[in-house]
């Protein structure tokens, strides 16, 4: 008798890595097949007419050449694929992302190829949700409990950045306490989230709502109050999250503070600058196989070129934490130069209520003790001016 429910796909990291490097060979093998052409044009041009033969069969090897280092990845990838069905679903459900390294690298090819990944149901692909010892925790009180034994009635979320995962909240902290553990010490419980960066920035707010309102149903206890904190990327999915979904939102009444941590509400400059590289070397005939590199990036990296045009959400309080890694935040340079990635003018954005960070680099955002403080202090409803001084390590 055959059953009439759908069989279930399994999770297997095994094929889609060996998808995934197929992949990395065929992108990155086209641009220098491009550049090899195009030498070709400038040697056999220079050689003229009499050289045509010898070009032919120069040009004939060599697309032969990549056209089989193609075919040959795709077919190892295809075979790996295959042999993997043999092996036993806890070998390779999670062969990847069971190793804080393997999990990294996840979070970064996603944030490379997320909206691909999703697309072709590759599982690398990754889910939006809590995760517990580098897996999804799903939408149920007793999956919750587990995940969070000493669950309290105020949620702080946290919202990692661009190519990172929830491991991003937990590194650099040389032998101190990261900030969930530092928020868990006040009766805060830290929702360290991991989700798809490669997808659009719209798409991962409209997500983050409809999950927030599963996760406060399910919680352990009664959620009373809730507080956001955005890293770079992190923080404009926070915005879109409150401003989109906020006619429809259960959860938002119960927020009372939002962070934006190296947030670019009006873009990032670096990837402003790969869209105008992309477009200029596609301008010359030489370089525009390297343009189409180039266009392989995400939507989401691409969403970072432009300001957030979603109002910040009323009821809340809104506060940026911005870095410049010029220790005179007043210098000449500072606001241009920024963390080294995302410009003061942009990490101030909207908000109104901006604490500076100077010497400070982009990442160091993740791990740094006035940070740390400056959340305490935020969430336990301390004053600007009391917060101010902590920023300015006071």
């Given at each position: 008798?055959?059953?009439?429910?759908?069989?279930?796909?399994?999770?297997?990291?095994?094929?889609g890595a060996a998808t995934v490097l197929a992949s990395?060979?065929?992108?990155?093998?086209?641009?220098?097949?491009?550049?090899?052409?195009?030498?070709?044009?400038?040697?056999?041009?220079?050689?003229?007419?009499?050289?045509?033969?010898?070009?032919?069969?120069?040009?004939?090897?060599?697309?032969?050449?990549?056209?089989?280092?193609?075919?040959?990845s795709a077919a190892i990838a295809k075979a790996v694929?295959?042999?993997?069905?043999?092996?036993?679903?806890?070998?390779?459900?999670?062969?990847?992302?069971?190793?804080?390294?393997?999990?990294?690298?996840?979070?970064?090819?996603?944030?490379?190829?997320?909206?691909?990944?999703?697309?072709?149901?590759?599982?690398?692909?990754?889910?939006?949700?809590?995760?517990?010892?580098?897996?999804?925790?799903?939408?149920?009180?007793?999956?919750?409990?587990?995940?969070?034994?000493?669950?309290?009635?105020?949620?702080?979320?946290?919202?990692?950045?661009?190519?990172?995962?929830?491991?991003?909240?937990?590194?650099?902290?040389?032998?101190?306490?990261?900030?969930?553990?530092?928020?868990?010490?006040?009766?805060?419980?830290?929702?360290?989230?991991?989700?798809?960066?490669?997808?659009?920035?719209?798409?991962?707010?409209?997500?983050?709502?409809?999950?927030?309102?599963?996760?406060?149903?399910?919680?352990?206890?009664?959620?009373?109050?809730?507080?956001?904190?955005?890293?770079?990327?992190?923080?404009?999915?926070?915005?879109?999250?409150?401003?989109?979904?906020a006619s429809r939102a259960t959860w938002l009444p119960?927020?009372?503070?939002?962070?934006?941590?190296?947030?670019?509400?009006?873009?990032?400059?670096?990837?402003?600058?790969?869209?105008?590289?992309?477009?200029?070397?596609?301008?010359?005939?030489?370089?525009?196989?390297?343009?189409?590199?180039?266009?392989?990036?995400?939507?989401?990296?691409?969403?970072?070129?432009?300001?957030?045009?979603?109002?910040?959400?009323?009821?809340?309080?809104?506060?940026?934490?911005?870095?410049?890694?010029?220790?005179?935040?007043?210098?000449?340079?500072?606001?241009?130069?920024?963390?080294?990635?995302?410009?003061?003018?942009?990490?101030?954005?909207?908000?109104?209520?901006?604490?500076?960070?100077?010497?400070?680099?982009?990442?160091?955002?993740?791990?740094?003790?006035?940070?740390?403080?400056?959340?305490?202090?935020?969430?336990?409803?301390?004053?600007?001016?009391?917060?101010?001084?902590?920023?300015?390590?006071?």
């Amino acid at each position: 008798m055959h059953s009439n429910f759908p069989r279930v796909r399994r999770r297997n990291e095994v094929a889609g890595a060996a998808t995934v490097l197929a992949s990395a060979v065929d992108i990155l093998s086209r641009p220098v097949q491009g550049t090899h052409r195009a030498v070709n044009d400038v040697v056999f041009g220079v050689l003229g007419r009499p050289a045509a033969p010898i070009r032919a069969v120069n040009d004939g090897i060599a697309d032969a050449v990549y056209a089989a280092v193609r075919g040959g990845s795709a077919a190892i990838a295809k075979a790996v694929a295959t042999g993997s069905e043999l092996l036993p679903d806890e070998t390779v459900s999670h062969a990847v992302t069971s190793s804080a390294a393997g999990s990294v690298l996840v979070g970064a090819v996603n944030g490379l190829l997320g909206d691909r990944l999703v697309a072709e149901a590759n599982d690398l692909a990754v889910e939006l949700g809590p995760h517990h010892r580098r897996r999804v925790v799903a939408n149920e009180t007793a999956e919750l409990t587990t995940a969070f034994p000493f669950a309290t009635g105020h949620l702080a979320i946290l919202v990692h950045g661009l190519g990172e995962t929830e491991q991003a909240w937990y590194y650099r902290h040389d032998g101190r306490g990261s900030y969930g553990e530092t928020l868990a010490a006040h009766g805060i419980s830290a929702v360290c989230l991991r989700y798809n960066t490669g997808t659009g920035i719209v798409d991962n707010g409209a997500a983050l709502a409809d999950l927030l309102d599963r996760v406060v149903t399910a919680w352990p206890v009664p959620v009373e109050r809730i507080d956001l904190v955005g890293h770079s990327m992190g923080g404009l999915v926070l915005r879109r999250a409150c401003g989109v979904e906020a006619s429809r939102a259960t959860w938002l009444p119960l927020v009372h503070t939002a962070c934006y941590l190296g947030t670019p509400h009006e873009g990032a400059p670096l990837a402003t600058g790969v869209y105008h590289l992309s477009r200029a070397l596609r301008r010359v005939k030489q370089t525009a196989v390297w343009s189409d590199l180039l266009d392989v990036r995400s939507r989401g990296v691409d969403d970072l070129r432009l300001a957030t045009d979603v109002p910040l959400a009323p009821g809340i309080r809104h506060v940026a934490v911005q870095a410049t890694l010029a220790e005179d935040p007043h210098a000449w340079w500072a606001d241009a130069v920024g963390d080294g990635l995302v410009t003061l003018r942009s990490a101030r954005g909207p908000v109104s209520e901006v604490y500076t960070l100077p010497g400070t680099g982009h990442l160091a955002l993740l791990s740094d003790l006035r940070v740390s403080r400056v959340l305490v202090d935020l969430m336990t409803d301390a004053s600007p001016r009391q917060i101010a001084q902590v920023a300015d390590g006071a």
